[in-house]
């Protein structure tokens, strides 16, 4: 049986600045690499079609809409026995003023290389911006601590988590009548095996544990 990375969170005390630079770094280019996707103008990723949908349908802002799934996430928390912590918060912050920054500088390319390079660059480093916040073991943002939480209790792979949470999730967005892409598919099927390579190799280890 395959064990588990440890991703709980652990003593605050413990080398705090590296781990809070680890944790803000990787919120930072997750919003960026997110921006990146959405420049790409190739498919919405799995949550944000899910986000669109329900801003539709409801006439909310896609903000308002990303906060209460957020909160709701945080509730399917409570089975799983995940214990938030400082990068739950920061999570919101960070990653939404590096999406607004990253979209100020980076315009929206017509050429479809230019584009398809914006997607496959955003894609690849937000598999790496995952495994880089969510190893600094502050705590995960609301989405992230699903997938932490079923690989710590059910022994399924992060990549096979996480790649079942996006597929749901952009199924769910789909019908709602979010947008959907070939961005969509290749971020919702690769996503669960970039976090995957990357974690092991970025993950914070207590060395008193």
Known sequence: MRKPVDLAPVTVTVAPVRRLAQLLFGLALYGSSAALTIRATLGLNP??????AISKR?????????????VTVLLAWLPLRQRPGIGTVANVVVTAL????????VPAPTDLVA???????GVTLNGLAVA??????????????LMTGIH?????SVRMARTAIEVVVLVVGWLLGGTVGVGTVIYALAIG???????PRVAWRDTRD
């Open 58 to 70: 409801t006439g909310l802002s896609f903000g308002t809409v990303v906060a209460i799934v957020g």
């Open 47 to 52: 949550w944000n079609v899910l986000h669109e």
């Open 115 to 121: 584009r398809v390079a914006l997607l496959v660059a």
């Open 98 to 105: 590096a999406v607004d920054a990253t979209l100020a500088v």
């Open 132 to 145: 880089i916040y969510v190893g600094a073991r502050l705590g995960p943002g609301p989405r992230d601590g």
């Open 193 to 199: 095996p970039l976090a995957q390579l990357f974690l």
């Open 152 to 156: 710590a209790r059910t022994r399924v």
